[in-house]
């Protein structure tokens, strides 16, 4: 898998009609702790293997959805199952607070 780059016009089909938990970082390329956890989650998506679908948002690009999701700073990351709203945490976080965030969506069936 690979972490994919989520738009207005992929939004819907890839994190709102996703089976399985979505990360979603919300960045600018400009800040330098989205880069950073940006790998963090590159890293993670591949120790997984599909377990859970890791996405970006460029604030600056998909301005809709960072209202929609009251996106204040960057980075921050934004928890989804089944097209719903699960968490958000502010700032660079490693790679079990990320594993925390997966697993607390939904109905307990994600173990991480």
């Known amino acids: 898998m ?3 780059t989520i738009t207005k016009d992929n939004f819907e089909q890839e994190v709102l009609a996703c089976k399985k938990p979505v990360l979603l970082l919300f960045l600018t390329d400009t800040c330098e702790e989205s880069k950073k956890q940006l790998a963090c989650m590159e890293q993670l998506d591949q120790e997984l293997g599909g377990e859970a679908v890791f996405g970006v948002v460029d604030v ?9 999701y009251q996106i ?6 934004v928890a989804m199952s089944y097209g719903i709203f699960r968490g958000r ?4 976080l490693d790679a079990e ?16």
């Open 89 to 92: 945490a502010n700032g660079c």
């Open 60 to 68: 600056n690009k998909s301005i809709t959805i960072a209202f929609q």
């Open 97 to 112: 607070a990320l594993k925390k965030m997966i697993a607390d969506c939904g109905d307990g069936t994600f173990s991480i």
């Open 2 to 4: 690979a972490v994919k």
């Open 72 to 77: 204040m700073s960057t980075p921050t990351t």
